[in-house]
């Protein structure tokens, strides 16, 4: 299988050999579909090549459409999507990803996740195996899963998951699940890198000396350390400069002792949902959306 170059940033390879840009792109919680398209569009022109949308999101046709009219061609960029708990089982999954599909106007998808461990995903992982095997999708992994959750998905799976992306920021950690990943061969994909751009986090006074020290700001230092840790990372930011700032992080290094101090600042507290609270997956299981 032919690789795609993604010139100008690290990459990581997947377990099946697959790479993907290290660095890429969210677009969870735009505003609207206009706001969306634009910040795509500036964040390619910008030089990310990896976008991470889901069907839950409602903004794959936005996507679809920057990549269009971003003037960088189909077969140098990495697209992802998310199957919605909503669509779980094998026939549902099946069906979501064809209508992903026809939202991006694109032939094939370079990563398939899904989104929550609940109802059926053991038919949505069974549907998604049949797609990566038929060369619809290139890279086939989960979010939000457990250790319990990914031990269920290997005893009843024939393709291991490429990446598990869960919530990880400097002050939630979740080192266990870290290090179960990479004795899995998974790689870890941060969500909420920046901690949805938590204040407390973004004003850290150790951070910030830090990023003094570099010439940087914290967003920047919080970045590189994703990516020294080996982590595949995707900021969201609506703001121009912004969507700048996050990418121009490959230009300096973070020594031992500063790894150790952003490793320090690990609380153990989510910012957001814990896919382990019955609450949750009640809650996220009722949620019917018109995707
Ligand atoms: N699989 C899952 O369950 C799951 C869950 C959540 C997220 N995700 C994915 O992960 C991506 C990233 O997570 P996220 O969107 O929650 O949060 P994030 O990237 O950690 O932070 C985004 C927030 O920080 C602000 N921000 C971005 N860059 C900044 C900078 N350099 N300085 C100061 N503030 C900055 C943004 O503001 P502006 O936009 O106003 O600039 C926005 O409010 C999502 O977009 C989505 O693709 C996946």
Redesign the pocket.
């Known amino acids: 299988m032919q690789n795609k170059t993604y010139t100008g940033q690290p990459v990581v390879t997947l377990n099946n050999g697959v790479d993907i840009p290290a660095l890429g792109f ?4 735009m505003e609207n579909l206009n706001e969306c398209e634009s ?1 795509v569009i500036k964040a390619i022109q910008t030089g990310y090549r990896m976008i ?3 069907a839950i ?1 409602q903004n794959e046709t936005a996507v679809g459409q920057a990549v269009k009219d971003s003037g960088i061609s189909r077969d140098e960029l990495f697209i992802t999507s ?1 199957v919605w708990v909503q669509d779980h089982g094998y026939e549902q999954t099946k069906k979501a990803f064809q209508k992903t599909l026809e939202r991006l106007q694109m032939e094939y998808l370079d990563m398939y ?1 899904i ?2 461990p609940y109802g059926d995903f053991l038919g949505s992982w069974k549907a998604l195996e049949e797609l990566y095997n038929e060369g619809k999708i290139k890279a086939i992994g989960v ?2 899963f457990t250790v319990e959750k990914l031990e269920e998905l290997k005893a009843n799976s024939t393709v291991p998951p490429v990446i598990n ?3 990880l ?1 400097p002050v939630f950690q979740q080192k266990e699940l870290q290090g179960y990943n990479k004795e899995n061969n998974i790689i870890t994909q941060p ?7 938590n204040a407390d986090l ?1 004003n850290n006074a150790q951070l910030k000396s830090i990023a003094e020290k570099y010439n940087k ?4 230092v919080i970045l590189r350390w994703h990516l020294q840790e080996g982590f595949v990372v ?6 121009p400069s ?1 969507i700048e ?2 990418f121009n992080v490959f230009d300096f290094e973070l020594g031992d002792e500063e790894m150790n101090i952003v490793r320090s600042l690990d609380t153990g507290k989510r910012l ?1 949902f814990d896919p382990k609270d019955p609450e949750w997956e009640e809650k996220m299981l009722k949620v019917v959306a018109d995707i």
């Open positions: 969210g677009v969870w919680q910040a991470d949308t889901a999101y998310k996740l989104h929550w979010c939000n992306q869960i919530e920021h969500w909420s890198p920046l901690g949805n751009g973004l700001t914290v967003a920047q995707i900021p969201k930011s609506v703001t912004r700032e996050n957001f």
